[in-house]
């Protein structure tokens, strides 16, 4: 065989193990947002909103379904997201009358609309959220590759980041989103998900060998305050 035809087979069995992929995605991004001052589901990545570029992610990983899950209150971020469905049949937006309530309600919402599609091939569920400006695509496949029942992202605070500056080994790790997950676990514990009370409380009932975790320290960029935002423009990570 060629080297060429050899390429060509590796890619086309890629290809097809892209397209089999029997998971769904819930991005939560019905946060309203209140310690930046202003909704990060809009702020700008490479002239498209943040909920736009996070979705873009998402369907890279060629799931069954999209769900994201946005705030009823904001008819900018319904506007865009409106955009994305018309776009990529499998995106659904599912609106969160109560986003004031905390993320349990927003994932509950999610779980709900996955439990209604038709697929009955999904057995895991990749949960996002909105506002981690340096995620990208190669960390989502390694979330999908791993074998555990839950594998989750581990990271450190921004605040951890700059004690390890100082040479400060102590910093706790973040073992957090986005993380996959077994859907019928996360069937099983949606009557448990209660307020602020979301997933990382149940994922610590869980032995060890049930939980793979994926290094990266990019994560820990999230954006909160209008002091984030700031620096992750002066970085490039978001246009100004």
Do not use: C
């Amino acid at each position: 065989m060629s080297r060429s035809t050899f390429t060509k087979t590796i890619e086309h069995t890629e290809s097809i193990e892209r397209q089999s992929q029997n998971h769904a995605v819930i991005i939560l991004a019905s946060g309203l947002s209140q310690r930046l001052g202003q909704p990060k589901q809009l702020l700008v990545k490479n002239g498209a909103p943040l909920i736009t570029s996070m979705t873009r992610l998402a369907i890279a990983t060629n799931p069954q379904a999209i769900v994201v899950v946005i705030p009823d209150s904001h008819r900018l971020i319904v506007s865009a997201t409106t955009e994305l469905t018309s776009q990529h049949p499998t995106v659904q937006i599912v609106m969160n009358t109560r986003a004031d309530t905390g993320m349990a309600h927003s994932l509950s919402l999610g779980i709900e609309t996955v439990a209604a599609f038709e697929s009955t091939s999904i057995d895991r569920v990749l949960i996002m959220g909105v506002d981690q400006v340096l995620l990208d695509e190669p960390h989502l496949t390694a979330l999908l590759a791993g074998k555990h029942t839950v594998v989750a992202s581990r990271y450190h605070s921004w605040q951890g980041l700059e004690k390890h500056q100082n040479r400060d080994d102590t910093v706790s790790d973040i073992i957090g989103l986005p993380l996959a997950i077994n859907y019928k676990l996360l069937r099983q514990w949606q009557s448990e998900l209660i307020g602020d009370k979301g997933l990382r409380h149940l994922i610590r009932e869980l032995s060890a060998d049930q939980i793979g975790e994926v290094d990266n320290d990019q994560l820990s960029y999230d954006i909160d305050t209008p002091e984030q935002l700031s620096f992750a423009r002066k970085q490039g990570w978001l246009d100004s």
